[in-house]
């Protein structure tokens, strides 16, 4: 599929939407605006078919004005975090998604690319995750995301040509925030979360967003949930050792049992919060330790996508060489 309209980026200038942006705008003549709350990164971008508007996505008046002319939509803004109760979650990663499915379904809109998360899937069952697996998310965060994609599944059922993804731990060049921030830059790793045998799965960001772009240009996607992953589920331990080496950090190979993490992250988030700041450690996503939690990206792979990063090794040599 080709679109002759305007493609809006939402969340643009955050990690993923920034790579969005990067990737689709290397079509000059392709009509693109981008939106935030910031623009610092997008600034960056001087090109004269890239238009910023700066916009709150609660507000249904700016909606409709940042919809005009709009054919495709990649909606990737969005509180990400752990550490955040569902009541300030709610009001961009549901709400907001009510309000632009709901102009983007009247005005005809020809694709809409809906960003969520692994992390509605809930406590792992045992095998990897399917998108035909009942999702059953556990923290605030997850059920914020799942509450998000109820929405978008009830406009396809009314005839949104929409497409939801699922990212797992997303990495790599330029990721500041999250568990991929251990995989993406040069820092102390303090020890190994628990035995560190548990296996995740990881995803470059280069692949969230060409596969993004990919699926939006194939008819047979609509309708369609797909993970987003690579091949590989190194152990936890195999993964941080790898990032060490990759950004020469200092590694401290001692095992911190998880209990005593937990009482750590207690300590810390209500200074976080006084602060302004995420936590350095999400009492949230220590659960996710406990077990083993990878992702089947079969489904993505069955519509001829190739994933650019499929080797996590591979990859953060790849990043050690740039």
């Given at each position: 599929m080709k679109y002759t309209g305007i493609t809006l980026i939402t969340g643009a200038n955050g990690f993923i939407g920034f790579e969005l942006l990067k990737e689709i705008s290397k079509d000059p003549n392709l009509k693109i605006r981008v939106t935030d709350i910031r623009d610092d990164k997008i600034k960056l971008f001087n090109q004269p078919n890239i238009e910023y508007v700066k916009s709150d996505i609660r507000d249904e008046k700016e909606l409709s004005s940042l919809l005009s002319g709009v054919d495709?939509?990649?909606?990737?803004?969005?509180?990400?975090?752990?550490?955040?109760?569902?009541?300030?979650?709610?009001?961009?990663?549901?709400?907001?998604?009510?309000?632009?499915?709901?102009?983007?379904?009247?005005?005809?809109?020809?694709?809409?690319?809906?960003?969520?998360?692994?992390?509605?899937?809930?406590?792992?069952?045992?095998?990897?995750?399917?998108?035909?697996?009942?999702c059953n998310p556990k923290d605030a965060y997850g059920k914020s995301k799942y509450a998000g994609e109820m929405i978008v599944s009830e406009k396809i059922k009314k005839g949104l040509k929409a497409i939801i993804v699922?990212?797992?731990?997303?990495?790599?060049?330029?990721?500041?925030?999250?568990?991929?921030?251990?995989?993406?830059?040069?820092?102390?790793?303090?020890?190994?979360?628990?035995?560190?045998?548990?296996?995740?799965?990881?995803?470059?960001?280069?692949?969230?967003?060409?596969?993004?772009?990919?699926?939006?240009?194939?008819?047979?996607?609509?309708?369609?949930?797909?993970?987003?992953?690579?091949?590989?589920?190194?152990?936890?331990?195999?993964a941080l050792d790898l990032a060490a080496k990759t950004f020469d950090s200092k590694i401290n190979k001692i095992h911190i049992p998880l209990f005593l993490l937990k009482i750590i992250a207690k300590v810390e988030s209500p200074i976080a919060k006084l602060q302004g700041r995420i936590p350095d450690l999400e009492y949230e996503a220590i659960k996710y330790l406990y077990h083993d939690y990878y992702m089947d990206n079969g489904k993505l792979k069955s519509t001829g996508y190739k994933l650019k990063y499929p080797n996590f090794v591979s990859s953060m040599l790849s990043m050690k060489l740039n």
């Open positions: 495709r939509i990649f909606h990737v803004a969005g509180i990400c975090n752990l550490s955040t109760d569902f009541n300030t979650l709610k009001p961009i990663n549901v709400d907001a998604v009510d309000k632009l499915t709901n102009i983007a379904y009247q005005n005809s809109v020809k694709a809409y690319v809906h960003f969520s998360s692994s992390s509605v899937y809930g406590t792992y069952q045992g095998s990897p995750f399917k998108e035909t697996d009942i699922r990212p797992c731990t997303v990495y790599g060049p330029g990721c500041n925030d999250g568990a991929g921030k251990l995989f993406s830059r040069h820092g102390q790793i303090a020890g190994i979360p628990g035995d560190g045998k548990k296996k995740l799965s990881n995803v470059r960001v280069e692949d969230v967003a060409s596969a993004a772009i990919y699926l939006s240009e194939r008819e047979n996607s609509f309708g369609q949930t797909y993970n987003i992953a690579d091949d590989d589920h190194p152990s936890l331990e195999e």
